[in-house]
């Protein structure tokens, strides 16, 4: 069983990006008898999951609302 | 004709190329918070994340017409045109300024704060968390920081980043990818040793 080949599959399935469902449950297969790729897997959840809170604590803490002064009015 | 949330970026580009200020002022308004923040998280620098998005407004103003519908979407123009900015200030050096100094001690915690308020504890340590990731985005080199940045907390899909770069769909994913794991090693040395280990200097990985 050569992991590699189910990393970039695994990276995605970790950080929420769509792909197929047969590549998904493949690497669901690989993590659920694989020690290491199951650990990568959820050390990527996690961050997934803090990526998030930064997205998050960032669009309601002003970072995107900051008011930069670009007069109003075109040429 | 009325501006809603249908009128398209394309539409109200098109209007603001004939003179219609409304356009401009809700393409601004559409956009102008996302734009903000991939400067600032880009070079952890408010006022330097204030003066890309003032330029390239400013730019689109005068230049609307240059927008070339066949080429991309007016949101992978806006980004493209804040990333040139964004990279000509790293590349002067002018503006690595942390994040952590950036920010006020008040919005950190009101970052932290909007959920948890009423558990302190909980409030603290969600504060350590975000403030490890932050830093974490920060000490990356600059092109894997930019696809994290899109990618992640912009959450935009492959394609939409890369309109924004520049570059192909695989690069974005590869990339994303190599970043992922460069956080995950950074946030647990962090755990580890409590700080971020030796940031990258923002012009290196260019």
Known sequence: ?75 | MAIDASTTDEVLLIRLSAGDEAAFEALYDRRQPAIYRYALRMCGSEPIAEDVTQDVFMALMRDAAKFDGSKGTVGGYLFGMARHRVLRHLQRGKSFVAMNDALDDDARADAANVDTAADPLEALARTRTIESVRQAVLSLPLHYREVVVLCSLEEMNYAEAAEALGCAIGTVRSRLHRAREMLVERLDAIRVDGQVPARTPAVRGT
């Open chain 1, 1 to 75: 069983m050569d992991c590699r080949q189910f990393q970039d599959d695994l990276s995605d399935a970790a950080c929420g990006t769509p792909i197929e469902a047969s590549a998904r449950q493949a690497v669901l297969a690989h993590v659920a008898v694989c020690s290491a790729c199951a650990a990568r897997f959820a050390s990527e959840h996690a961050l997934t999951a803090s990526l998030g809170e930064l997205g998050r604590a960032e669009a309601c803490c002003g970072a995107g609302t900051g008011e930069v002064g670009v007069a109003r009015g075109v040429p």
